[in-house]
């Protein structure tokens, strides 16, 4: 985890705006896993690997896209493999798009739609509003 957040510092540093996508296997917050009461001893949802990235988004300044447009609970990217827990949607978001502070303003919507599913995890769809250039 030190390597990965030492590795985004470094980037950061260049002062280029870039997306982060990927699956960091940290629900961040409460409304990021449905047992979180039961889970605090779980591993991804460990105090040390919260306060991580606590520093990622909070001290080091990467926006969280789905959060940016979106507080609401029961938006998960992961399922233990069983089909009661998707069922009851027993899931966690483990999955994010970490983006520079700078492009915070392009988020237009984010989802994480259930189906259809080829893993796991669900995908994250963040919509941006902007042109590239080439």
């Known amino acids: 985890m030190d390597d990965f957040a030492r590795y985004l510092d470094k980037q950061r540093r260049k002062r280029r705006e870039y997306i982060y996508c990927g699956s ?22 460990l105090a040390p690997e919260r306060a991580w990235m606590d520093e990622i988004i909070g001290n080091m300044g990467y926006v969280d896209a ?10 998960y990217s992961w399922w233990p493999d069983n089909e009661q827990a998707e069922m009851l949607n027993l899931g966690w978001r483990f999955d ?17 739609p259930r189906q259809p599913r080829f893993s796991q995890h669900a995908p994250l769809i963040v919509d941006y509003d902007w042109t590239l250039t080439i």
Do not use: C, H, M
């Not at 960091?24 to 949802?45: C, E, H, M, T």
């Open 24 to 45: 960091l296997y940290v629900a961040q917050q409460k409304l990021d896993i449905k047992n979180w009461r039961d889970s605090q001893q779980s591993p991804g949802f």
């Open 66 to 75: 789905l959060r940016e447009v979106s507080r609401e609970g029961d938006q």
């Open 96 to 112: 994010y798009q970490l983006l520079t502070p700078g492009l915070r303003r392009f988020v237009r919507s984010a989802r994480l």
